[in-house]
């Protein structure tokens, strides 16, 4: 069965620095892999997905994330981060390969942004 | 706006009672999925439903159904409600079947209070 662990429930950065949040998975297929982005009081937003067509995927508002078999993670990373950025962020796996539609989701990961 | 809307945007009711969320997919959209998200379970898939037929079941309690009606909306019924019911139940929706290369919209959530 597919799982996704997020390392660290909580992460502060400052503005203008690297963002790194991690994503571990588990997977016996290929799997398909996600990042939300959650702001208060919203829904999910996607951020970015990795469907084996390239392992550097870019996403919207800076982020990207890297696909690495060998370590079963996709990391997201943004070079400089805005305040605007503060926000939950969520990992996840389709489950079974894409057969169906069902997202497992991590833990989630709060990004604070100090000035 | 990611062109799911779902309504009510809150509702507060009593343990033992019965509510109905509904959900209504973005334009094109054929499938379905709903998720609960609550402090102690994070973010939960509950059910997918695709072109009015059921696709995927993940955890849904058996006092929790779905359907999905002819012109896609769908409504989640949730009855003999329990304080641990008390989350936000987002719905999403996507163009096809499966989770790969389909994005899943989500829309702003209900949050749902039981006293």
């Known amino acids: 069965a597919q799982s996704v662990t997020q390392l660290g429930s909580h992460v502060s950065v400052s503005e203008g620095a690297l963002v790194l949040l991690r994503c571990n998975y588990s997977s016996s297929v290929p799997p398909y892999l996600f990042w939300y982005v959650q702001y208060p009081n919203q829904g999910l937003q996607l951020l970015l997905k990795?469907?084996?067509?390239?392992?550097l995927v870019k996403g919207i508002n800076g982020f990207e994330a890297e696909f690495k078999k060998s370590e079963t993670s996709f990391h997201l990373t943004k070079p400089s981060a805005h305040m605007s950025d503060a926000a939950e962020y969520f990992c996840a796996v389709s489950e079974s390969g894409g057969n169906t539609g069902k997202l497992i989701f991590g833990q989630g990961t709060t990004l604070q942004v100090k000035p | 706006d990611s062109g799911v809307t779902q309504t009510p945007k809150h509702l507060i009711t009593a343990t033992g009672q019965r509510v109905t969320l509904r959900c209504s997919p973005r334009?094109?959209?054929?499938?379905v999925y709903w998720y609960q998200q609550s402090l102690d379970q994070g973010l939960q898939f509950l059910i997918q439903y695709y072109n009015g037929e059921e696709r995927a079941k993940g955890n849904i309690l058996e006092r929790f159904s779905a359907q999905q009606f002819p012109d896609l909306h769908s409504e989640l019924n949730l009855s003999s409600l329990e304080l641990g019911d008390s989350a936000l139940y987002f719905c999403?929706?996507?163009?096809?079947?499966?989770?790969?290369?389909?994005?899943?919209?989500f829309g702003p959530g209900t949050r749902l209070t039981v006293t």
């Open positions: 999403a929706s996507s163009v096809g079947p499966g989770g790969g290369s389909y994005e899943q919209y």
């Open positions: 990795y469907t084996s067509a390239a392992t």
């Open positions: 334009s094109g959209d054929l499938s």
